[in-house]
């Protein structure tokens, strides 16, 4: 199973203003194809949202782990250490992404250094960003 990032549109209220807006989202799913992800994010979206759904974009997401403390917003945080090349005997740079559920910046941040805590090798903490990530559906049978 592949990550995918589903990228979508539909109107919607808006909660401040109580007028129709067009919401566009960003929602982090598994699936064993681009169709397989757009029908597990239809399905979650479907009981939600009352108008037309309409995908604008599908793309692969390259996560090698998820963790999550308080998924009130999504972080992508780029992580890099030191590995040897086995074919080779030379260290090379490995460079991974990490999806870090989190209410701040501040506690991703702590959260991912705390998950590291674990590894043996030196890591350097490349960049922790705001994901445009809504939601996650994961492990959803389709």
């Known amino acids: ?26 929602y982090l799913t598994d699936g064993a194809s681009f169709g397989d992800a757009e ?4 399905k ?4 939600l949202v009352s108008g037309e759904i309409i995908v604008t974009g599908i ?5 090698s ?6 998924p009130q917003r999504w972080f992508r945080c780029r992580v890099s250490y030191p590995a040897i090349d086995d074919s080779t005997g030379n260290v090379k740079k490995i460079t991974q992404s990490i999806l870090v559920g989190a209410a701040t ?5 702590e959260y991912l250094k705390k998950d590291l805590e ?5 890591y350097d903490i490349l960049s ?5 990530i809504v939601d996650i559906f994961l492990n959803l049978a389709s």
């Open 105 to 109: 910046i501040d506690d991703a941040s």
């Open 44 to 47: 979650q979206l479907e009981s």
């Open 118 to 122: 674990s590894i043996t090798v030196d």
């Open 128 to 132: 922790v960003v705001e994901s445009p």
């Open 59 to 63: 793309s692969r997401a390259n996560y």
């Open 65 to 70: 782990a998820i963790l999550s403390i308080a």
């Open 39 to 42: 029908e597990k994010v239809f």
């Open 1 to 26: 199973m592949s990550h995918f990032e589903v990228k979508v549109k539909y109107r919607k209220i808006c909660e401040k203003s109580g007028k129709e807006i067009t919401a566009r989202e960003s």
